[in-house]
């Protein structure tokens, strides 16, 4: 997958996309990033990209032609079918688990970052196929948003994360919180691995973790329980659940 990020401060991107299994996709050559300052396809000597907004009011909003030629740049450089132009937007479709599969599909994702007042509405009338948004919230540019969104997309790529299925067991992949998770040492502080998952039984393992997950989720969020589909054995861990909780 190419992922390419429009700008207008393309050095914020080299620490966070730069280290851990970002780098390592990029050197395994699983995806590639790469940014694009849209000051590049400005035509003046000063590399004005905004201007004041047409009507009056605060602020400044970045100019639709270095954008527009920007976008140009980089679809040209990639023949991909699959191509996705995204912008980075309060007012966007919220950002989630099945958003960052789907994107996961694209041979092409173009991440359009604002600054100021935003972007001239025009290039997301015309040119974007989507907004987007990390949270009920105002950032200071699209730049976080979309290193987020990349972060999320890459775990979605086949081998980035190594082990085929450990994205499968992330939290919202299935619509559950994830599991909890422990590691050596046996004990700490006097705190005790849960003894199910010293057993060697998979198959009980397997048992826990799915009615912890349950368990999580129902306590924490509560809501993501209406869009999870069920089986029979959940509705039997829940009842359990539901008994524990009341002292049952």
């Known amino acids: ?32 990033i790469h940014v694009t300052n849209p000051r590049d396809f400005t035509y003046d000597k000063h590399r004005i990209v905004d201007d004041a907004p047409f009507g009056g009011g605060a602020g400044m909003v970045m100019k639709p032609e270095p954008i527009f030629r920007a976008v140009e740049s980089v679809v040209s450089a990639n023949n991909a079918l699959r191509r996705r132009i995204i912008i980075m937007c309060p007012g966007g479709q919220s950002f989630d688990q099945a958003k960052a599969r789907e994107l996961a599909g694209y041979e092409q994702l173009v991440f359009l970052c604002g600054h100021y007042e935003g972007i001239d509405a025009r290039i997301r009338e015309h040119v974007v ?29 086949p081998g980035v994360l190594g082990a085929d299925d450990s994205a499968q067991h992330d939290s919202f992949y299935n619509g559950l919180l994830e599991y909890p998770h422990y590691t050596r040492p046996r004990e700490f502080n006097g705190w005790e691995v849960p003894e199910i998952l010293l057993s060697g039984d998979h198959a009980k393992i397997e048992k826990w973790r799915r009615k912890e997950s349950l368990r999580a989720t129902l306590e924490r969020r509560p809501d993501l329980m209406n869009n999870v589909e069920l089986d029979p054995l959940d509705d039997k861990l829940l009842q359990e659940i539901k008994s524990e909780q009341a002292g049952g």
């Open 129 to 157: 196929d989507e907004a987007i948004s990390i949270g009920d919230y105002v950032l200071t540019g699209g730049e976080l948003p979309a290193m987020v969104i990349t972060d999320a997309v890459a775990r979605m790529i």
């Open 1 to 32: 997958m190419r992922i390419d990020i429009i700008s207008l401060f393309p050095e914020m991107f080299t620490g966070p996309l730069g280290h851990s299994i970002l780098k390592r996709a990029q050197d395994n050559g699983l995806i590639s």
